[in-house]
C-alpha cells in the first residue's frame, strides 16, 4: 500500500450468492480508488462472487482453499484449542494472518465477521459493525457465540454500528444493550441503472402467469411456503408457474417437498444464476416469503424492475414498500400469502396498479447518494 491513500479493510464470511455479499460486491464495484485502497478479508475463500471483485481490491483469507486443508486448520487452530481452553491460539494466527495496519475496519456482517475482526489488534483504526439482519426473528448469530452477553462484548469493541434498517436497529437494540457507541442507518446500495440494463440483456420466454423469487435456499428465507402456495393454487385451479432461483442446502428439500405432493409442473428451480434480472422482468409477480431481512435486496431490484411485489412483513419491508403503497405486505402465515398472490391474480388492474407504484418508487433509488453517505461514514 502506497501513497496518502486512506486504507479500509472489510472482514467478511465468504462471498457465496447473497445478499449482503451482493451489497458489498456493488459497493466495491463503485469504490473511489484513487483515494482508497481496500483489502478484503475472507473466513473461507469461496463465493460466486469472488471472480466479479475489481482487481484494486487484495484479497486474503482465514481459512486456505480445499476441503482437507480446511479441516486441518479448523482442528489444528480452532477446535483443539477451544477443547484445551487455549483461546489465545486462534487468535494469534488470526493476527498474523491480519497484521496490516488501516485506517477503518469493517466487519461488513453480523456473526463471525464481526468476533473475528474485534481479535484484531486495533491500533489506530476505526472499527464499524454492520448489521443486515432483524437480529430477534432471527438470531443466527447466537451459533457463533457462548452466551449474549459474549457478543455484546464483541459488539463493545466497535467506534459505530450501521443497520441496513430502521427495523434492524430497532431489533438490535432490543437484544443488546451497547450504550454509548454511535449507531447509524444506512440503506443498502440499489443499483438502478445497471440492474435495468443487465434487466435487458436477454429475454426468458414464460408460459403462463408467473411468479419469482430469488435468495439462498434457507431456513431464513422460507421457500417451503411457496411449495405450499403452489399447491394451494393448483388446487383452487390457477394456471401458473412459480420459478425459484438460487442454491443453497435446503434444495433437496424443497425437491422433494415439490414431488411429494406432484408440483413439478408448476415450481421450477432454475439454480443460481448470474443475472436473475431478466427471470425477474419476465416474470408477473416476484414474491419474498422470508422469515426475517434485514433490508431485502431481491424486492428492490424487482421494484428496479417495475415489478408487482408481494412481501411478508420483515424487518426493512415497510421502509421500501411503505403500508403497502409500492407493493403488498402480508402475514407470515400461508393464508396470507395466498390471499395476497390471488388479490393480483384475480384482479389485473391492480397488477397494473402496483407495478405503476413500483415504477414510482424505483426513482427513489440513488446510488450516488449511497455512495456519498458510506464514504461520511469510513471518513468521519
Known sequence: ??????????????????????????????????????????????????????????VRALYPKGKFKLRLYNKVIFQWPQKFKLDFIPKLYYNFLFKEKYDVEIAFMEGLSTKYLAWKNKGNAKRIA???????????????????????????????????????????????????????????????????????????????????????????????????????????????????????????????????????????????QTNPYPFIKAADIYINSSLAEGYPLTVCEAICLNKAVICTHNSGSEEILGKSEYGILVDHDDESIYMGVKSLIDDPEKLVHIRNQAKKRAVQFDENKVMSEIYDLIES
Open 130 to 272: 454492520w448489521v443486515h439482519i432483524d437480529l430477534v426473528n432471527n438470531h443466527y448469530t447466537k451459533q457463533y457465540f457462548k452466551t449474549s452477553n459474549e457478543e455484546t462484548w464483541y459488539y463493545k469493541q466497535f467506534d459505530k454500528i450501521v443497520f441496513v434498517s430502521k427495523d434492524s436497529q430497532r431489533a438490535f437494540n432490543e437484544k443488546f444493550k451497547v450504550n454509548g457507541i454511535p449507531q447509524f442507518v444506512q440503506n443498502n446500495l440499489i443499483p438502478l441503472p445497471e440492474i435495468m440494463e443487465k434487466g435487458e440483456e436477454f429475454e426468458v420466454q414464460k408460459k403462463t402467469f408467473t411468479l419469482v423469487s430469488v435468495g439462498r435456499l434457507e431456513d431464513q428465507k422460507c421457500f417451503d411456503r411457496l411449495v405450499r402456495l403452489g399447491d394451494r393454487l393448483r388446487t383452487d385451479l390457477y394456471d401458473f408457474e412459480i420459478w425459484i432461483i438460487g442454491q443453497g442446502p435446503l434444495l433437496n428439500a424443497l425437491k422433494q417437498q415439490v414431488k411429494d405432493l406432484s408440483l413439478e409442473k408448476y415450481i421450477k428451480f432454475l439454480g443460481f
Open 1 to 58: 500500500m502506497t501513497g496518502n491513500k486512506k486504507k479500509i479493510f472489510f472482514m467478511m464470511s465468504t462471498l457465496r450468492g447473497g445478499g449482503a455479499e451482493k451489497v458489498l460486491l456493488d459497493i466495491l464495484k463503485r469504490f473511489d480508488y484513487n483515494k482508497y485502497e481496500v483489502e478484503l478479508g475472507l473466513i473461507f475463500p469461496v463465493g460466486v462472487y469472488l471472480s466479479d471483485l475489481p482487481v484494486e481490491v487484495k
